[in-house]
Nanobody, 119 residues
Framework: QVQLVESGGGLVQAGGSLTLSCTAS????????MGWFRQAPGEEREFVAE????????SYADSVKGRFTISRDNAKNTMYLQMDSLKPEDTAVYYC????????????WGQGTQVTVSQ
């Protein structure tokens, strides 16, 4: 069972930056891709970005493209989300996720970290 632990959330003013980290442990050799999702109060969880573990290919939601950067450090089993030019609408609980296949749904989830962007 892959275990995921996020860190790096917090409170930031609009226009500011934050970097989230997600470290995987146990069964990490089975990971094929990892991603970030977020859920704002009263909203459904939405996709933010993902990265393929071996090749590093990335994809982003349109709402964050050009502002957020996803990356990974295979040696540390850690994924990052650099968030720049943050907006109040980016406020949400951010979750990291892992999948054991390129095409399957994400089946491992972290506990989430709160990101709050003030006006």
């Amino acid at each position: 069972q892959v275990q995921l632990v996020e860190s790096g959330g917090g409170l930031v003013q609009a226009g500011g930056s934050l970097t989230l980290s997600c470290t995987a442990s146990r069964g990490t050799s089975s990971i094929r891709r990892m991603g970030w999702f977020r859920q704002a109060p009263g909203e459904e969880r939405e996709f933010v970005a993902e990265v393929r573990w071996s090749r590093g290919d990335t994809s982003y939601a349109d709402s964050v493209k050009g502002r957020f950067t996803i990356s990974r450090d295979n040696a540390k089993n850690t994924m990052y989300l650099q968030m720049d030019s943050l907006k109040p609408e980016d406020t949400a609980v951010y979750y990291c996720a892992a999948a054991q296949s390129i095409v399957s749904t994400f089946n491992y989830w972290g506990q989430g970290t709160q990101v709050t962007v003030s006006q």
